[in-house]
């Protein structure tokens, strides 16, 4: 009987134990966040992110009533950013905004790369995309992306383009084009966008992929000509620019896109309440105008739908990547 009655008790204990634990679950989400949340980008301050990061911030630390501090942290193509979120404690007080080389081309572009984007993080949400614009030094005769794919067909390895590196997503954007509408480009890849567009500039490259924050005041300016938009449709901030697709070449379609996540094995409930946040936070006038002015498009969407999205973005680029037979080491 006393063998019995251990027993008995040592499993009240263990469905007691379990039961807290199930209780414990949502409370980990109730209290949170309870002190400041860091939110790690991958690229130095001024670069690649902030325009998403500074204003999603911004209005998450209001409606959250906690301080959300960006920390840039930028590095080998956003990879020092990356493994410093991979390896953090995975309570929620440590996220990434992470962008499409990070999650879907780095794994192919590195050969030794120091973190898994699928098993190190938890998706959390697909905040936004953006488009590039091809754009061109106006020595260059062409008005139209037809005129320039005939000319640089007629001049095979004559024109070159730049970007701002190996690998990014202005380089990868050209390549697809390349492939598609069989182009011989020279590539000449920059430490950054900051030399990449005094060289447009100064007819140094003949073309470059270019974000709308990045092109727009010189395309105003008439310091650069654009000829197509990336994207699968035309971009809101230059609506009378036309999709390279619908300009000559079927099917193309590239951007950037920018997604939240947390360190792998961060509590479920604190993933859908930063998930459910984002979404609330998305549909607000005022966070969406602020990413439309800067030609930014807010998406939202679940932790499963923005897995099945680098799943998807990652055989997509993968296949380039080994296309441009660009490898970085």
Not at 22 to 29: E, G, R, S, V
Not at 272 to 284: M, P, Q
């Amino acid at each position: 009987m006393n063998r019995i009655a251990r027993i008995s008790r040592r499993m009240a204990a263990l469905a007691l134990l379990c039961t807290g634990a199930a209780l414990a679950a949502p409370a980990q989400a109730d209290g949170y966040p309870n002190h400041p949340v860091r939110l790690v980008v991958p690229y130095p301050v001024g670069g690649g992110g902030d325009t998403v990061a500074r204003p999603l911030t911004m209005y998450m630390s209001e409606h959250m009533g906690q301080r959300i501090i960006v920390d840039n942290r930028g590095g080998a193509n956003g990879n020092i950013g990356m493994d410093l979120v991979a390896k953090s404690d995975p309570d929620g007080y440590t996220l990434a905004l992470a962008l499409t080389s990070q999650l879907a081309v780095n794994p192919s572009l590195y050969r030794h790369l120091s973190y898994d984007p699928v098993k190190d993080f938890e998706p959390v949400s697909l905040l936004a995309s953006a488009p590039y614009f091809l754009v061109v030094n106006p020595s260059v005769p062409a008005k139209t992306l037809a005129e320039f794919i005939k000319l640089v067909k007629a001049n095979p390895g004559k024109y070159t383009y730049g970007s701002s590196g190996n690998g990014s997503g202005p380089h990868l954007s050209m390549e697809l084009l390349k492939s598609m509408a069989g182009l011989n480009l020279v590539h000449v890849p920059y430490k950054g966008t900051g030399p990449a567009m005094p060289a447009l500039l100064a007819g140094e490259v003949s073309a470059m992929f270019a974000s709308y924050g990045v092109a727009s005041q010189q395309i105003k300016a008439g310091k650069l000509r654009v000829l197509a938009v990336s994207t699968a449709q035309r971009a809101a901030s230059m609506p009378d620019v036309p999709t390279i697709a619908e300009a000559g070449v079927p099917g193309y379609e590239s951007n950037v896109w920018y997604a939240l996540l947390a360190p792998r094995g961060t509590p479920r409930p604190i993933i859908d309440k930063l998930s459910a946040e984002i979404a609330e936070l998305i549909k607000s006038s005022d966070l969406r105008k602020r990413f439309m002015f800067d030609g930014i498009v807010p998406v939202g969407s679940t932790p499963e739908a923005l897995g099945a999205y680098i799943q998807s973005e990652s055989v997509k680029w993968s296949a380039i990547v080994k296309r441009s037979g660009a490898t970085i080491d």
